[in-house]
């Protein structure tokens, strides 16, 4: 389990690292501007899930977000601050599919 924080988009533009996949991924922030870059280099699409915390208003379990990354593509993904778990110092836990080629980075948009 391994927790990265988002590097900032500056005005001479960021070199981001990419990490390999892995079960037990979380991300340290969300909200406005933070969103990941999911690269897929295998040959299947890969399925990343996030499980919001809590429940909604009718109290049922919040329902997963899954969003699809198709094989040896790349995707932009909004982290929104509905994901980030209170109890796990607000931190958005990353569930992928498979972990094979995959890699990501998480950015934010800076003040430009």
Not at 9 to 24: L, M, P, Y
Not at 37 to 65: E, F, H, M, R
Request: hydrophobic share 35%.
């Amino acid at each position: 389990m391994t927790d990265y924080s988002p590097t900032s988009i500056g005005v001479d533009g960021t070199q981001h690292t990419f990490n390999a996949a892995a079960s037990g991924d979380k991300v340290t922030a969300s909200g406005a501007g933070v969103f990941l870059t999911v690269k897929n280099g295998s040959g299947s699409p890969v399925t990343l899930t996030i499980a919001p915390y809590g429940n909604t208003g009718y109290n049922v379990a919040n329902p997963q977000k899954t969003f699809s990354i198709a094989a040896t593509n790349e995707k932009d993904i909004p982290l929104l601050r509905d994901y980030a778990d209170p109890t796990d110092g607000y931190k958005v836990a990353l569930a992928w599919s498979s972990t094979t080629s995959v890699t990501w980075a998480v950015k934010r948009l800076g003040v430009l």
